[in-house]
């Protein structure tokens, strides 16, 4: 049960870590706006360097989750670990904290010191500290030890579970866009390898969310966020699925400022 609770839930564990890459005008949006009629991406760009969030994301933020739709297109032929089960958490909130700061400066291991901008930093994800309350939010405090992100790339995470199993997701593209009404939309696809059981599991996943600030007396931004699932070319009804995704959720997302 933990397992398939963990790759489910880890759809949502990387939505905190996107990166730069322009989209064409109005593609992400157009996306959404598609829902569940998906097909594999094409535009984003490789994943370099880490994202600059908009400022007023900035600060410490409770977080309320809400899964109000899921969808496997091409079941009943290829359906994901744990679809059905899900089914459970279909409109049940899940809440925890996230933070964005100011991104600090890389510094190799030979302590060269960085060169001194003059312009102020990117605002970026806390993302070992989202990414632990977020999992820990899903599968408990006791399922999930820690969450560790490679100090020498942003887009390179691991995940330690109870039981000497390990989740290691890996950032490969992304896309952002600006929309005239406000919206930040962001989409990332990464590869997630899950070890621990006798056959480790890998498979493709994209986040697209679109996040908007509210104009409300108290910060509060609100997000529409679809993950969508696909198979790994190491999978025997790769070629089945054709590109298309075989599983899709999509969840409504509430932030407000502690």
């Not at 905190?16 to 760009?45: C, M, Q, Y």
């Not at 409770?62 to 089960?85: C, H, K, M, R, Y």
């Not at 990117?122 to 405090?141: I, K, M, P, T």
Request: glycine share 4%.
């Amino acid at each position: 049960m933990l397992t398939n609770k963990l790759i489910w839930s880890v759809c949502l564990i990387f939505f905190f870590l996107l990166g730069i890459g322009d989209a064409k005008a109005g593609e992400l949006s157009e996306r959404l706006a598609n829902f569940p009629h998906w097909e594999k991406l094409t535009f984003v760009k490789p994943a370099v360097g880490d994202l600059a969030y908009p400022d007023w994301m900035a600060g410490d933020w409770q977080v309320t989750s809400t899964l109000v739709d899921l969808v496997a297109p091409l079941a009943p032929n290829i359906v994901t670990p744990g679809f059905e089960s899900n089914r459970r958490q279909l409109n049940q909130p899940v809440s925890f904290l996230v933070r964005f700061i100011p991104e600090q400066p890389y510094v190799p291991a030979l302590k060269i010191l960085p060169k001194i901008s003059k312009n102020l930093p990117n605002l970026v994800a806390d993302r070992a500290f989202n990414s632990l309350n977020l999992a820990r939010a899903y599968l408990g405090d006791k399922a999930v030890l820690s969450v560790k992100t490679d100090p020498e790339s942003p887009n390179r995470q691991i995940t330690l579970l109870r039981g000497d199993r390990q989740l290691v997701s890996i950032v490969t593209a992304r896309a952002t866009e600006t929309t005239a009404d406000g919206k930040f939309i962001t989409t990332e696809v990464f590869q997630q390898l899950f070890k621990g059981s006798s056959t480790p599991y890998l498979n493709s996943v994209e986040s697209t969310t679109a996040y908007l600030q509210l104009k409300t007396s108290q910060p509060k931004i609100e997000a529409d966020q679809v993950t969508a699932v696909y198979l790994s070319p190491q999978d025997p009804d790769y070629f089945t699925a054709n590109s298309q995704p075989v599983a899709l959720y999509r969840y409504r997302l509430e932030f407000i400022r502690e």
